[in-house]
């Protein structure tokens, strides 16, 4: 009984800890993205509508990517962070994807 109760101890561990690091590389990735964009591109925080980091699926720091929907713009942009560098990966207008 004590070897099961280690056992799925255990397990919820390991999903607890692989749960809060996709949570902290998102929540990371997300605020280095609003940090770049209201400091080095000199938006106001109140100009960003929406900023939802996310997966995407890609290889290495591609993986972890933000999107941001601006006040009075009808595109979508995507970043990423690389190499502690904030970079715009691609934007959508009118469900049509373009790179920069």
């Known amino acids: 009984m004590k070897k099961m109760g280690a ?3 255990s397990v919820l561990l390991i999903i607890g800890i ?10 990371g990735v997300e605020q280095r ?22 997966m995407a699926n890609l290889r290495g720091d591609k993986n972890w990517m933000v999107s941001v929907r601006l006040k ?6 995507y970043y990423y962070r690389s190499n502690g ?4 990966e691609s934007y959508v ?3 049509v994807e373009h790179a920069p």
């Not at 009075?72 to 942009?77: A, G, L, M, Q, V």
Request: aromatic share 14%.
């Open 93 to 95: 207008e009118d469900g």
């Open 33 to 54: 993205v609003v940090e770049y964009l209201t400091t080095e591109k000199h938006l106001k925080e109140s100009d960003i509508v929406s900023s939802e980091p996310f």
């Open 72 to 77: 009075d713009d009808e595109k979508t942009y």
């Open 18 to 27: 692989g749960f809060g690091y996709v949570q902290y590389k998102k929540a």
């Open 7 to 9: 056992i799925v101890f």
């Open 85 to 88: 560098k904030v970079v715009m």
